[in-house]
């Protein structure tokens, strides 16, 4: 079975559980507190370490995560390292989270830019983005300088680069297999 099966099945659920005792938003904000965990090194190897054993991987994790977490969070964290999926946890938190923000009617979006784009700009850009797909928008924003110019617009499964860097590959390409000479005849 491949990972993001394994991260998708224990992800959904822990969501219809969450949904079910109405108690989603502070499992969303469990799972964003151990996603923010798992990102430390340390944590890291001892999701991925084979050496140590369930129990004493479970025990680190339960001083690690604290008593904070809702009884399900914790409860799913433990069957998933009593049967060995632990390094898993990180994944199953994304899943996770974006179930939550699709439940509550959120598209999470990405604009890559050459350069840092003003607010004013980036609000037009989500209120665009909200109109044409009719749902809340959640817009990050990431520089490249990579791209030269232009845009990488990534909503949803919908992918449009308007990118300089992408439009000089295009153009090269054209220019090596003889296409864009032929247009000029």
Not at 85 to 95: F, K, Q, S, T
Not at 159 to 164: F, G, M, N
Request: proline fraction near 3%; charged fraction near 30%.
């Amino acid at each position: 079975m491949n990972e993001s099966r394994i991260s998708v099945r224990y992800a959904r659920a822990l969501f219809q559980s969450a949904v079910e005792k109405n108690i989603l938003d502070k499992v969303n904000q469990d799972m964003t507190s151990v996603l923010e965990i798992c990102n430390i090194p340390e944590i890291r190897e001892l999701l991925k370490n084979p050496v140590i054993v369930p129990s004493r991987k479970a025990e680190i994790l339960r001083k690690v995560f604290g008593t904070d977490l809702q009884k399900i969070t914790s409860s799913t964290i433990d069957i998933m390292v009593k049967n060995s999926r632990e390094r898993y946890i990180p994944a199953v938190a994304r899943v996770l989270r974006h179930e939550t923000k699709k439940y509550n009617g959120i598209t999470e979006s990405q604009l890559i830019t050459a350069v840092k784009v003003d607010d004013k700009l980036m609000k037009q850009i989500a209120d665009l983005i909200s109109l044409v797909f009719k749902t809340k928008v959640e817009l990050r924003e990431t520089v490249d300088p990579d791209i030269i110019g232009g845009f990488i617009l990534k909503v949803e499964d919908h992918y449009l680069d308007a990118s300089v860097k992408t439009k000089l590959r295009k153009i090269k390409k054209e220019l090596q297999t003889g296409e864009g000479l032929k247009s000029w005849k």
